[in-house]
């Protein structure tokens, strides 16, 4: 089992920065790929981005290429997704997720078998 807490949402107004955090606790070994997913209201879960554990690539979606940006603080155990230049447009809760080894594909969220419980980030125009 992998834990995951995320953190750092909050109401920010457009062209702002957040950065959310994601602690994971539990067999964190066993975890291959982090990602983070967000749902807009009315919406499916959404692909934002993915790093590989072992740090060999981390991936975007391309709507947030450039301005968002995964980092990793692995002697806390901790993801974070810096946003950059947010829009009304992202507002949407964030969960961060934990996905094993030999999954097909890590943009999809079927990939991953342990969530956060999300984080609301809100922008307002």
């Known amino acids: 089992q992998v834990y995951l807490v995320e953190s750092g949402g909050g109401l920010v107004q457009a062209g702002d920065s957040l950065r959310l955090s994601c602690t994971s606790s539990?067999?964190?070994?066993?975890?291959?790929?982090m990602g983070w997913f967000r749902r807009l209201p009315g919406k499916e879960r959404e692909f934002v981005a993915a790093?590989?554990?072992?740090?060999?690539?981390?991936f975007y979606a391309d709507s947030m290429t450039g301005r968002f940006t995964i980092s990793r603080d692995t002697a806390r155990n901790t993801m974070y997704l810096h946003m950059n230049s947010l829009k009304p447009d992202d507002t949407a809760v964030y969960y961060c997720?934990?996905?094993?080894?030999?999954?097909?594909?890590?943009?999809?969220?079927?990939?991953?078998?342990?969530w956060g419980q999300g984080t609301q980030v809100t922008v307002s125009s």
């Open positions: 539990g067999r964190t070994s066993d975890t291959y790929a």
């Open positions: 997720a934990a996905a094993p080894p030999r999954q097909m594909n890590y943009r999809h969220y079927a990939a991953y078998y342990y």
């Open positions: 790093t590989f554990t072992d740090g060999s690539y981390t």
